[in-house]
């Protein structure tokens, strides 16, 4: 069955930077746009980035544009989130997404 993978959160301080992975199975993952989402403590689903089915177009959020950059290895079937510059606004539950099928969640915690 289709199914998607996150890893790489954590703890880190304001400034640092963070490498986010979502790991594809159970379908073509190179026919497929791909989004990362995120939710903040106590507030709604956040959508911070999507990449095309190629990897050559990518769109962001305003709040991490200059700051996060997208992209796809397709020949591994995985999605990547760089995130640098992290702020304590960061701090949230990063999903990878594709049409209705979302990643377990992984944890990013900006703080000093």
């Known amino acids: 069955q289709v199914q998607l993978v996150d890893s790489g959160g954590g703890l880190v301080q304001p400034g640092d930077s963070l490498r986010l992975s979502c790991a594809a199975s159970?379908?073509?993952?190179?026919?497929?746009?791909m989004n990362w989402v995120r939710q903040a403590p106590g507030k709604g689903l956040e959508w911070v980035s999507n990449?095309?089915?190629?990897?050559?177009?990518?769109t962001y959020a305003d709040s991490v544009k200059g700051r996060f950059t997208i992209s796809r290895d397709n020949a591994k079937n995985t999605l990547y989130l760089q995130m640098n510059s992290l702020k304590p606004e960061d701090t949230a539950v990063y999903y990878c997404?594709?049409?209705?099928?979302w990643g377990q969640g992984t944890q990013v915690t900006v703080s000093s």
């Open positions: 997404n594709v049409n209705h099928t």
């Open positions: 159970g379908f073509t993952f190179s026919n497929y746009a």
């Open positions: 990449i095309d089915s190629g990897g050559a177009g990518t």
